[in-house]
């Protein structure tokens, strides 16, 4: 294990904002991550998990405890059945396992392609995009209990993978180690949604798994930034989702609201196209940071913004969709420590 003290955190997440962390610990193996809770325990020190940085604003003052980097990667496939086992370190990057799959010619995650961050950063928040999820692939995860020091396997139904959620994000204790995705010989490529259906129409090739990453990277291209000057960390908001009776009374004044109903009978609503055609903030600014021009879900920050920017401006647009919609929203994105 090796410890570092007074270390940026800034460089190290997608917002490119944020102080130091008091300790700061690479971890490259499970031996790694059980030093780093002794030597937090042993220093009276909160620890925290960081993965790939594109899920958290670290704030201007920093960390004051113990910041554990999971780097542990490898990827490796197992046979069980018709089906294939993909298991993966949880440091690994996403977009690496997403090609290796597509190489394998396996559907199940190829329209999540070009998510940024981490194996384990992707569980934890049940990554989602163009029609999929996480969940619908995920088989269990490997953790240390950063209480006990425990290993455990925590199984699909235990995992309780929900919308941006899962058991993991409402457990800290757990730290994730490995993650095991499932894939089907049966898999067949999902290109329903209308951003997809529309490369489709354009005459895009979208029969095999890579075909279709690549094609999902070119949309994300078009709705994030790509100046390395600017940071962001995608999409700041998560889309509401509401009583069915405030759907209603919404598509009364907005009938082309996109809305998409759910299980319990409520329903999601599209948060970007309310910002954009109800309220008007696509491209909305407070200082240095501002909601994306070609997507209002990201918030985007210039060089030099710090988080108290970025918290100013979120308040601002929840107080508005408050206000004027009678929605309250919720942060994707979260405080770091």
């Not at 670290?58 to 960390?63: E, L, M």
């Not at 993909?86 to 996403?94: D, F, I, K, M, R």
């Not at 396992?97 to 049940?126: K, S």
């Not at 240095?288 to 601002?316: F, I, M, S, T």
């Amino acid at each position: 294990m090796i410890l570092q003290e007074n270390v940026l955190l800034a460089p190290l997440t997608t917002f490119h904002i944020g102080g130091s962390a008091r300790i700061f610990i690479a971890a490259r193996s499970e031996k790694d991550i059980e030093d780093a809770i002794v030597l937090a325990r042993t220093r009276g020190l909160p620890l925290h998990v960081l993965g790939g940085g594109s899920n958290i604003l670290v704030p201007d003052a920093g960390v004051d405890g113990v910041v554990l980097r999971i780097q542990l990667a490898g990827v490796a496939f197992q046979n069980d059945g018709a089906d294939t086992l993909l298991v993966a370190g949880a440091g690994e990057l996403w977009d690496t396992v997403v090609d290796a799959v597509g190489t394998r010619g396996m559907f199940g995650i190829e329209n999540l392609a070009g998510i940024p961050g981490t194996v384990g950063g992707a569980t934890v928040q049940n990554i989602g995009a163009y029609g999929a999820e996480l969940a619908d692939v995920f088989e269990y995860a490997d953790t240390i209990d950063r209480t006990t020091g425990v290993h455990a396997r925590i199984g699909k139904k235990d995992a309780a993978l929900a919308y941006r959620t899962s058991f993991f994000k409402n457990n800290r204790n757990c730290i994730i180690t490995a993650v095991a995705l499932r894939f089907s010989s049966a898999g067949a490529p999902n290109i329903s949604y209308p951003d997809l259906a529309r490369a489709r129409s354009a005459g895009e090739p979208l029969a095999a798994p890579a075909d279709i990453a690549r094609a999902v990277r070119a949309i994300r291209a078009k709705k994030f930034p790509r100046n390395d000057a600017e940071g962001t960390a995608g999409s700041f908001f998560k889309n509401p989702v509401v009583s069915r009776e405030l759907a209603d009374s919404l598509r009364a004044r907005f009938p082309d609201l996109p809305t998409f109903p759910q299980e319990d009978g409520r329903v999601k609503l599209a948060l970007a196209w309310l910002l954009d055609h109800a309220l008007s903030l696509k491209g909305y600014a407070g200082g240095p940071v501002r909601l994306y021009e070609k997507q209002p879900l990201v918030v985007v920050a210039r060089a030099g913004a710090r988080a108290h920017d970025v918290e100013a401006l979120a308040r601002h647009i929840a107080e508005r969709v408050q206000k004027e919609l009678g929605i309250g929203i919720e942060r994707e994105v979260e405080l770091f420590g």
